[in-house]
């Protein structure tokens, strides 16, 4: 069984967390829920409200987008990921299905456990911002790739 | 039926004559015993100057072997002697002196013991009586007259006001005669000894007697105020309890602590005022009582001195006037108390005597058959007015057969409410009539319309019980068969009961029989009146939500034993299959010799879930038998140890914590004000060992670890040693567990059923490990899976019957209510269903399929024949499936015909549906 303190470390080596200090790392971890998924169990389904983030501290999880009865693997989830942020940041529902690919171990951090945390420490709110930037920088990218590609084409 | 008091609908008004009325014999009988101990206590006031003056002062005793016959006794105003009397010496006859006086003092006590008793119990049954006279009349109250009636009002004159009355009634007459006799008596006894002071002691009690109840009069008039401004009181705080969501809702509550700042401000002076004045009269009182002993002593003192009285005399007056004020003054307590309780009295009886009450003939018990009604409902020239002479309906005529399927439609105020509450009896008509099967429906008896018309409205009422008693309570006419399981000793007891009850002028109807109706459901026993309720409950769309309340419910075992044995067998299934899908991690189950990661060190101790308040959470680790094994064990240090590592561990997460955090009410050991004090505690004493710690740190910092799970908090305090430790508690604790502690602690064991846990925690029986994904969601429906697989879902639908729906049922949702509601209505096949908006809380889809359903049963169905229905719907397109629609509107009915033909006439009826 594993320890607050245990968590603390996992927490720690997350970018994310890692300017916050160990007493508020405790009690992130005493407040999140740590949870095992089994290969192929759905963490959560696109279109579902979310309530909860969630940092991977140990294996891998997909992220699939379902388009009617197909789905597609859009890209792959590590250790010390965060996902499942935008849905309670937004209150949109969720934009992707996550799924484990393997054991797969998470800490759950609730809605109001996650916007405190916000509010409490502008590091982290700046490392949010960091990290969805990227994406959209990732996604914007993509977007004129594919543009390219079908200007390319046509 | 005799057994069956009929309580006259007005109230005696002079309470004297009520106690008369009711307890003539015993008063009476009473007074003869009370004027048969006036001689003994006359003789025992005699004594005493007979001892002084006899041996003592050897009067007549003039040498050492003088004698003096003794007990002689003859035939009153004769010289017969019909027995001589012994010759005694001085000593001998002092001691028979002395001797005769303690027989007195005994005959004297134990004539008090009888009277006192005899009279408490003539208080109670009277004011036994009374309450059930003053509830007899709520229940026939007209029903306007609850709108202008608190509840609390009522119960508070019913409880409290009438309570005084029960001391007084078995004084009222007795107690005068009593005081009375013995102030004359003693009285008597000073004139007899000396004329001038008796004549003096008798100014002085004139004085007392005229003078202070003249100044008592005074207090009534407070004594009224002061009740009248405690009843409102109860009032409001009954109307503030029942209206707090408006309160919290609105930001009142500081205009209701004015209100209520305002009241009791009220009430203070007025009870001031009384202490005021009563403290007064008390003054004079004393005043008079003290200065009578001053003119005994000064005069009395004076004439022997002058040797105009003998000192034995003296001493006798004395002795005599020391029993005197304190009759007198009783005497003027008790004409004190006789206007006060008049006042409450008088005060209750004008509450109580309300005109039109329902005649009491009407409410008669039946415990025959009922015959069904049939025929038609005439309905002609009706009006209604409200208390404030409004018009709610206005010369409404309908004819109808019973059986007949109508929907009346209509807004708020429209009369179409009215009409049906008019129909169920609840509202006065002013003018027409109505009759049902050729019999006017005001003089039907509650044993017909109760019984053959059901009702139910949107918000009806359901007082605290179980599902299964809240449905059945429409059953419920007459006592129909006495218990079987009665012991001789019962049955004695009863026997016994029933005099009182008899007495008391209370009714005989015995509450333990069985009152449930089988007949009336048309059962024949409890299994199919069960059986019949769960159709109900389905044919209500009940069924699920009953389910789930069953899986909740915690149910006896020894109430339902086929529940036990089936829950012990799905729990065994359950297992099986947590097995097979290679699950079992998901739960973890208790087990006697294995310490329970996921529950709490708590629960792992007792290992079984509390009943009582000896080991709810809290109180626990402080009760002396926990306490006494926790210290055998040694496991008290380890507690103590580990309560500091918690509390240090606590303060730093959350110190800086606001307190309204929302992880206090989840993690927190402690409230958020508690931590100051931890800390405190922790700063001097985290060094301390146990052995040297202080009883009250001790307790500080042992009661943590009760609450503490590690998969829950995860301080990482648990080890392999504190486990054992704690698991060899627990079986020192069971195994030297006290009787008298039986039943404290329902304790877990694997091949029992668990009389304080839900169904399904007992289908579990384990802690669902936390740390597995979707692990609850899983485990509850492996339960209902295993549950159906078994085929216990009307079990468990039974054990819901169980439920306790809370007070005013809010236990349940408004729709479930309402189906309630409907169940209890349909449940007794009613002749005629009387629907007041009765479902207008469900959805509409739901109000659809019930309405279609209900008009189908009610053609007749299942060999039941067909049943009438006039149902005020609240969606008016449901009206269109009912074979007959009245429009109400303004208080007059304005259409009245088949729904087609209505819609094609393009009037009201149209417009609505539009």
Same mark, same amino acid.
């Given at each position: 069984m594993s320890s607050i303190m245990d968590e603390v470390d996992l927490l720690r080596r997350v970018p994310l967390f890692s300017q916050i200090d160990t007493t508020k790392l405790k009690l992130l971890a005493l407040a999140s829920e740590r949870l095992r998924y089994a290969p192929g169990q759905v963490v959560m389904r696109q279109g579902d409200t979310g309530d909860a983030a969630f940092v991977i501290i140990n294996g891998e999880a997909e992220v699939v987008i379902q388009k009617g009865q197909e789905e597609q693997v859009v890209a792959h989830l590590g250790r010390n990921d965060i996902v499942g942020e935008i849905a309670i940041l937004c209150?949109?529902?969720?934009?992707a299905t996550i799924r484990a690919a393997g054991d797969l171990d998470v800490l759950k951090i609730t809605k109001d456990r996650f916007v405190r945390l916000l509010s409490d420490f502008p590091a982290v709110s700046v490392g949010v911002m960091r990290v969805l930037a990227d994406r959209l920088a990732r996604t914007t990218q993509e977007l004129y790739s594919a543009q390219a590609e079908l200007a390319a084409k046509g | 039926m005799s057994d069956h008091p009929l309580i006259p609908?007005?109230? !005696?008004?002079?309470l004297a004559r009520y106690i008369w009325r009711h307890t003539k014999a015993q008063q009476v009988w009473i007074l003869a015993i009370v004027l048969l101990s006036m001689p003994t206590y006359f003789l025992a006031l005699d004594l005493p100057k007979r001892i002084v003056n006899g041996p003592i002062q050897g009067r007549g005793f003039e040498t050492p072997d003088a004698t003096q016959t003794f007990m002689?006794?003859?035939?009153?105003?004769?010289?017969?002697?019909l027995y001589d009397g012994v010759e005694l010496t001085r000593l001998g006859a002092l001691a028979l002196l002395c001797g005769m006086f303690l027989a007195l003092v005994c005959v004297n006590g134990l004539f008090k013991f009888y009277i006192n008793t005899y009279k408490g119990r003539l208080g109670e049954r009277m004011l036994r009586r009374l309450r059930y006279e003053l509830v007899d009349r709520v229940l026939r109250f007209?029903?306007?007259?609850f709108r202008k009636m608190k509840a609390s009002e009522v119960s508070t004159m019913v409880? *409290? !006001?009438?309570?005084?009355l029960g001391g007084f009634i078995g004084d009222a007459f007795v107690l005068p005669v009593f005081l009375g006799g013995q102030a004359i008596t003693a009285l008597g006894f000073i004139i007899v000894q000396n004329f001038w002071l008796g004549a003096l002691a008798a100014g002085i009690v004139f004085v007392q007697a005229v003078f202070i109840p003249r100044l008592r009069r005074i207090l009534i008039k407070l004594a009224k105020q002061r009740q009248l401004s405690a009843r409102q009181l109860s009032g409001r705080v009954g109307e503030i309890v029942e209206g707090i969501t408006a309160v919290r809702t609105n930001d009142t509550s500081n205009w209701e602590r004015s209100e209520l700042t305002s009241r009791l401000g009220k009430i203070f002076l007025i009870r001031y005022e009384y202490y005021q004045k009563k403290f007064f009269i008390k003054f004079i009182n004393n005043f008079l009582a003290q200065f009578t002993p001053f003119l005994f002593y000064s005069i009395g003192g004076y004439l022997a001195i002058r040797g105009s009285l003998d000192i034995g005399q003296l001493v006798a007056v004395i002795a005599a006037y020391k029993d005197l004020p304190s009759p007198v003054k009783e005497l003027i307590d008790w004409d004190q108390q006789r206007v006060d309780v008049q006042v409450k009295y008088s005060q209750v009886t004008e509450q109580f005597?309300?005109?039109?009450?329902?005649?009491?003939k009407l409410q008669m018990p039946e415990t025959g058959k009922v015959e069904p009604l049939t025929g038609r409902i005439e309905v002609s020239n009706l009006s209604v007015m409200d208390d404030s002479g409004a018009?709610?309906? !206005?010369?409404a005529n309908y004819s109808g057969a019973i059986t007949e399927r109508v929907a009346i439609v209509g807004g708020v105020n429209s009369g179409a409410e009215t009409f049906i509450d008019v129909l169920a009896r609840l509202v006065p008509t002013t003018g027409g009539s109505i009759q049902i099967g050729g019999r006017q429906l005001g003089y039907m008896p509650e044993s017909v319309t109760g019984r053959r018309i059901g009702y139910a409205a949107s918000d009806g009422f359901l007082p605290q019980s179980s599902l299964e008693d809240s449905i059945t309570?429409?059953?419920?006419?007459?006592?129909?068969r006495p218990r079987e399981d009665l012991t001789a000793e019962d049955e004695q007891r009863l026997e016994l009961e029933r005099g009182e009850t008899k007495l008391s002028g209370?009714?005989?109807?015995?509450?333990?029989?069985?009152?449930?109706?089988?007949d009336a459901a048309r059962v024949s026993n409890e299994e199919e009146l069960t059986d019949y309720i769960l159709k109900l409950l389905k044919f209500v769309e009940l069924d699920n939500d009953v389910h789930d309340l069953g899986l909740l419910a915690i149910v006896d075992s020894q109430e339902f034993p086929e529940l036990a044995d089936s829950i012990l067998e799905a729990r065994r299934k359950m297992r099986d299959k947590l097995e097979e899908s290679g699950m079992s991690a998901h739960v973890e189950s208790f087990d006697p010799?294995?310490?329970?990661?996921?529950?709490?060190i708590g629960e792992n101790l007792f290992f079984g879930r509390p009943?009582?308040?000896?080991?709810?959470?809290?109180a626990a680790y402080n009760h002396p038998y926990a306490n006494r094994i926790l210290k055998e064990t040694g496991l008290d240090a380890k507690l103590y140890a580990m309560g500091i590592e918690i509390a240090s561990t606590m303060h730093e997460l959350?110190? *800086?914590?606001?307190?309204?955090?929302?992880l206090f009410d989840q993690f927190?050991?402690?409230k958020p004000e508690e931590m100051a004090n931890y800390h405190g505690a922790l700063s001097r004493?985290? !060094?301390?060992v146990f052995d040297a710690a202080p009883g009250d740190i001790r307790a500080m910092f042992m009661k943590?670890?009760?609450?503490?799970s590690e998969p829950k908090?995860?301080?990482?305090?648990?080890t392999e040693e504190l486990r054992k430790a704690i698991v060899d508690a627990r079986h020192a604790f069971r195994d030297n567990y006290?009787?008298?502690?039986?039943?404290a602690i329902a304790f877990y064991d694997p091949d029992a059923y668990n009389n304080a846990s839900s169904v399904e925690d007992n289908v579990i029986f384990g802690r669902i490990a936390s740390g597995i994904a979707e692990a609850p969601e899983r485990i509850r429906a492996l339960v209902l899976e295993t549950l159906a697989g078994m085929g216990l879902d009307d079990t468990i639908r039974r054990a819901g019957?169980?439920?306790?729906?809370?007070t005013g049922g809010k236990r349940l949702s408004q729709a479930q209510r309402q189906k309630i509601g409907l169940v209890r209505a349909l449940l007794k096949h009613p002749d005629l269903m009387l629907m007041n908006?009765?479902?207008?809380?469900?959805?509409p889809r739901t109000q659809k399929i019930l309405v279609e359903r209900i008009l189908k049963d009610a053609a007749g169905s299942d060999g039941n024949p067909p049943y009438g229905l006039l149902w005020v719907v609240s969606?008016?397109?449901?009206?269109?499936?009912?074979?007959r629609v009245l429009v109400f509107k303004d208080g007059s009915l304005v259409e009245d015909g088949k729904p087609d033909e209505l819609k094609a006439r393009g009037g009201h009826f149209a417009k609505i549906l539009a």
């Open positions: 209150d949109v529902p969720r934009t | 609908d007005a109230m !005696e008004p002079s002689t006794v003859n035939v009153p105003y004769t010289d017969i002697v007209p029903i306007p007259q409880k *409290d !006001e009438v309570e005084p005597g309300v005109d039109n009450m329902v005649d009491a018009k709610l309906i !206005e010369t309570y429409p059953l419920r006419h007459a006592p129909l209370n009714t005989m109807l015995e509450y333990s029989d069985d009152w449930i109706d089988y010799d294995r310490y329970n990661n996921e529950a709490t009943v009582g308040r000896e080991f709810a959470d809290a959350f110190a *800086d914590l606001s307190p309204d955090d929302p927190s050991f402690f004493h985290s !060094e301390t943590l670890p009760f609450s503490y908090h995860r301080f990482g305090l648990m006290p009787e008298d502690l039986e039943g019957l169980y439920f306790d729906i809370g908006r009765a479902l207008g809380g469900l959805d969606q008016p397109q449901l009206a269109e499936l009912f074979d």
